[in-house]
């Protein structure tokens, strides 16, 4: 492709470079500019990628009509203005999980879409992991039956490291910890392989983190379906990525060596998938078709930009991810009492 | 040895079958006589085990001197009343888990064991596995650090298969369905791996069983070390029995092909423990050492009868693991709020 969908990303720490090695390994995205309040980090950013050009300001790089999207990897709390003002300024957005860090921020966020018309499409990158694709084509075809139980876990020791100078330290912007930065994954995939979740029952420990958030999470999700869903998330120990599903006619097991989260065109040959099925209970390697979560989220973005593509986690989604994760917090306040999605849903505008 | 201990099972269906196979792998046990209503059943008993004598009714049984212990592998709410004839009629008991469906019954029980002085046992066999055996001690020799999460999951599909003949069936007699003849083993293995629980919240539902109980039950724990634990219960998928523990230091994660789940002494070999350690990523097999769960109990049974051993599941903590589950079933009528087990336990008298 000569023609390159031309995109800056906003925030220049670890993650927008895991991004913009995804994007590098794909040929649909060219990283035309860049933009951190930081020169330094600016000048590190552009010889490392290769980008001709960076912004010294924010109003700087929404000027510049070399960028048609942006791909925002900042803290939580600051999302929601960098989407706006990006939107406002006729720029398609990409955005990591979480949307935000409240609904308040979300609902600004969905609002700023639905006026400008602008694309939108946020990071929940985990559900292509080859894993989660799979289990959907069993889901859908028949093959899982009648699904009752769902179980994910995403743990790592982030909450151990973390220091006063990062953001991820402090509550206000980063409330639930790993829950609201791990456990928001496995709330997108779970109600992408199994629907809409109608309330969650959650505990939320801080146990041995120095920062302010929780560091152990546990949470019951109960679908409109009736099926359960678990979602443990864990910020104190070595990193785990898994997800099962248990339905009446097989089980499908996914296990993902966490090391091997970043470089995700190398995750599925770090993964394993296994069957058990019901009357035959001899566990079978499934095969997993090749993927590149981070490569292809991207490429999506770049051609749903040109109508290309349409984006698969849009707004809703993310909402929805969000709600699950708010509803959480919310439960761990009552001592695990269920909180239903429905009043936080409507109160974003998202249909329940 | 020549003087073998002289047991005799108490209903002989499927589970006393297994219980005879691993006591006859060991060299303790002499299997004496047997007692089930059914004469059929008696003598057929009698030919597969090699057994000389059996009992036409429970008196006959328990005024045999050659008895001098019985294993009791009954319906959960016919438990009490054999427990307590056999311990006043003088002989030792052995009694499957749970020790009953409810604290009443187990509150009478722990009253004939304290007013009769007799030995008591309940085959909470699982913590014997030798994945259990192992998280223990990294446990306790520190190599986990200190531990966040654990998660444990047991299921299979025996909710699919009830009929009305069938005692599990009937919510008063299995009431929790899977969650109180699976979930109460991960109830008793976690307390064994992390201490006391101080309260559960959980949601039961009935999915796709026809039979009146849950098939789809999932708990959170909240330990008083402070740490959070989950056990997911289906019956209504192929089986799954697993227990995973997350620390400061390492994860262990431990899985077994619950299809060699009856056969105790082959079940090692398919199973695994894998490691993941704190700033090492990769994954290691742990060594487990053999073990046969039925075996042994039946052995440490056996031997405690003869004063050579000490049984390491009596009534306190087989109560604390009902108690486990009697909470869940509570929460789960209160959509999720947790409750407390000190209350529970101390209305039978087990010091929280």
């Known amino acids: 492709m000569t023609d390159k969908v031309r995109l800056a990303p906003i ?47 924010l109003d700087e790089l929404l000027a510049d009509d070399d960028v048609e999207g942006v791909m925002i990897t900042t803290p939580n709390d600051t999302h929601r203005d ?52 799979v289990m959907k084509q069993w889901i859908e075809d028949g093959s899982l039956g009648d699904v009752s139980l769902a179980e994910a876990n995403f743990s790592n020791e982030r909450g151990l490291e973390l220091t ?13 910890g790993t829950f609201i930065q791990l456990g928001v994954h496995h709330a997108d995939n779970l109600q992408y392989l199994l629907g809409p979740v109608a309330q969650v029952s959650a505990h939320a420990r801080k146990l041995y983190t120095k920062a302010e958030i929780p560091d152990a999470v546990m949470a019951i999700l109960e679908f409109e379906s009736g099926a359960l869903g678990y979602i443990g998330c864990g910020w104190a120990s070595p990193g785990i990525y898994q997800l099962r599903v248990q339905g009446t006619k097989a089980n499908l097991m996914y296990d993902l060596d966490f090391t091997h989260w970043d ?73 695990g009492k269920a909180v239903e999605l429905k009043p936080l849903l409507e109160g974003v505008g998202v249909s329940p």
Request: charged share 25%.
């Open 164 to 176: 006063t100078d990062t953001w991820r330290w402090y509550a206000d912007k980063s409330p639930g």
């Open 11 to 57: 925030g220049l720490g670890r993650w927008a470079r895991v991004l913009a090695r995804g994007a590098q390994r794909g040929d649909v995205v060219e990283l035309t500019s860049c933009f951190s309040r930081s020169e330094e980090k600016r000048a590190a950013f552009q010889e490392e990628f290769g980008i001709p050009k960076s912004a010294a300001t």
């Open 263 to 335: 470089e995700s065109h190398q995750a599925d040959e770090w993964s394993s998938l296994v069957s058990q099925g019901y009357g035959d209970m001899t566990r079978r390697d499934v095969d997993m078709p090749a993927t590149d979560m981070f490569r292809e989220q991207l490429d999506e973005f770049a051609l749903a930009i040109r109508g290309a593509a349409t984006v698969e986690v849009g707004i809703d989604e993310a909402i929805r991810a969000l709600a699950v994760v708010r509803a959480a917090l919310e439960s761990s306040t009552q001592n």
């Open 82 to 133: 960098l989407i706006i003002a990006s939107l406002e300024a006729g720029k398609a957005v990409y955005t990591d999980k979480p949307i935000a860090h409240t609904l308040e921020h979300a609902l600004d966020v969905r609002n700023a879409v639905h006026k400008t018309g602008g694309l939108f499409a946020v990071g929940h990158s985990a559900r292509r992991l080859s894993g989660a694709r």
